[in-house]
């Protein structure tokens, strides 16, 4: 005997009518509703397109001379792009006469893929609610299926896209800029996903098979030259922060060594009492390890403030060995008669006037003296000359020490790069002064080298102009 569905037996009889009723209107409301779903599915607009690549490239979708010729130009010109902002710039105005378009956005993936970052954006109008910064998670995202298939989505109608996921952040910030409609393109670098590019329209139903293949045609080469340039980007920004976080510390160390340093003078000095002869040798132990601290952070310090851009020196007319020399070697001092050293200064008399920054000057005076102190040798010699000659002062130090090999002579002048001689490795060094040192030298328009003999002596000198306006041209 058949069974009625939803029935484990056949009703009472005294209910059949009543329960033919029921199953009939049940399944009269599912027809309906299928019905009703497929002719509002068949009339409804079309909203929402996901294009697959590989398809589009079988189905041959013919592209316009212009457009050919567009593309061709954009390949052969992105990568010449310095920055970010310059590539998304030239992006727009480069295709904007062949694909319909107010706005170009570029978003990068970050933290392992699960955020997405908007990071630049161009556009005929302004302002953009969704502009750079904009953040949200992948997780849960339309722009997850984008990644996952490879396929260029492009919302038709952003209005009724909203209303379907009215939680689309995104979506609701473009709306509130005029955009209509928009399409989205993955970033993808030798088949890894980076990111995506957005074109977006202040006009419903802008974008075609044909715009998408448009973008195809310069798809590998604008993603390899976007992520090159963001990339770029990053490694400015992390050595900015970088930067910023060694001159704050270096400047929050700086007052509590200089403190401790004084402390222990007095000490050593018997302003606080006399001290017996082991207590004296280990607090000017202590002094000596907190001076060498300190110095450090000096040259950190000049190490932030050059790389933070704010490098431009404050020219002063000045004596080069009155007003540079002599302070920077007080600086020294210390190292220099703990290595009982001796000095020769050779200065012309008259000494000429000089144009340049003392405050920097003295800095590179300070590394070089410091440099000829730690490298030279124990009650070596150490020699100090400037000549002026045809515009220019020319500075000497040379010291007599170990030297450098003329193979690793490259090394100098370079950031955190310092000589790979074991005699030499035996100091404790950075490698940021002779950088830092360099750096100044450019600044004041002149060039700094260095010469060794090894084994024997090394010397550092330099040349600057004696008028800044020598500098400048």
């Keep these: 005997m058949k069974r009625w569905p939803h029935s484990a037996c056949f009703p009472p009889r005294s209910g059949k009518l009543l329960y033919f009723a029921l199953v009939l209107g049940h399944y009269t409301t599912h027809l309906l509703r299928q019905m009703t779903g497929h002719l509002m599915a068949k009339h409804e607009p079309h909203i929402l397109e996901y294009i697959d690549p590989a398809k589009l490239r079988a189905d041959a979708v013919a592209l316009p001379p212009a457009e050919l010729a567009a593309a061709h130009e954009v390949n052969r010109r992105i990568a010449a792009g310095e920055s970010l902002a310059d590539i998304i710039t030239f992006l727009f105005e480069a295709t904007r006469g062949v694909t319909p378009c107010d706005r170009v956005s570029v978003a990068f993936l970050e ?3 699960k955020r997405v970052v908007s990071h630049h954006a161009v556009a005929l109008y302004g302002p953009l609610c969704l502009d750079k910064g904009y953040a949200a998670d992948m997780r849960g995202s339309s722009l997850a299926a984008v990644l996952k ?34 399409m989205t393109c993955p970033l993808v670098v030798e088949g890894r996903p980076v990111g995506f590019l957005f074109r977006s329209s202040r ?25 090159k340039a963001w990339r770029i980007e990053q490694l400015e920004n992390a050595n900015r922060a970088y930067t910023e976080m060694l001159g704050f510390v270096s400047h929050e160390l700086k007052s509590p060594l200089a403190s401790l340093i004084m402390d222990a003078r007095l000490m050593t000095q018997g302003y606080v009492g006399a001290l017996e ?38 020219y002063e007319e000045v004596h080069f060995s009155e007003d540079i020399v002599e302070p920077a070697f007080e600086l020294v001092r210390p190292q220099f008669e703990h290595q009982a050293m001796r000095i020769e200064k050779q200065f012309p008399a008259p000494e000429p006037l000089l144009e340049c920054d003392p405050h920097l000057m ?27 000659a045809e515009g220019q002062l ?34 404790k060094g950075t490698g940021v002064g002779l950088y830092t040192t360099w750096r100044i030298i450019e600044a004041h328009g002149g060039a700094i080298a260095a010469q060794s ?9 330099f040349h600057i102009p004696l008028d800044r306006h020598e500098a400048a041209d």
């Excluded at 490879?150 to 800029?177: N, V």
């Excluded at 005076?365 to 150490?382: D, F, Q, R, S």
């Design 149 to 182: 298939t490879g396929r260029l989505r492009i919302i038709h109608d952003l209005d009724a896209y909203f209303k379907r996921k009215p939680s689309s952040e995104s979506t609701r910030l473009l709306i509130e800029e005029g955009v209509c409609s928009s």
């Design 111 to 113: 933290d392992g893929g």
């Design 453 to 461: 003999e090894e084994g024997r002596w090394a010397e550092f000198a």
């Design 362 to 388: 003295k800095i590179v005076m300070a590394n070089l003296l410091g440099n000829a102190v730690k490298y030279g040798y124990p009650k070596g010699l150490i020699r100090i000359k400037t000549e002026a």
């Design 277 to 314: 002869p082991k207590q004296q040798e280990s607090i000017e132990r202590m002094a000596h390890k907190a001076e060498y601290l300190m110095n450090l952070v000096g040259e950190y310090l000049d190490y932030a403030h050059i790389e933070s851009g704010q490098l431009k020196p404050s």
């Design 394 to 427: 020319q500075v000497g130090v040379w010291n007599e020490g170990p030297g450098f090999p003329e193979d690793q002579r490259n090394k100098l002048f370079r950031k955190f790069s310092r000589i790979q001689k074991p005699e030499l490795m035996k100091q």
């Design 203 to 227: 006009a419903p139903h802008s974008y075609t098979a044909r715009h998408a293949m448009l973008h195809l045609a310069m798809a590998e080469r604008i993603s390899q030259a976007v992520e």
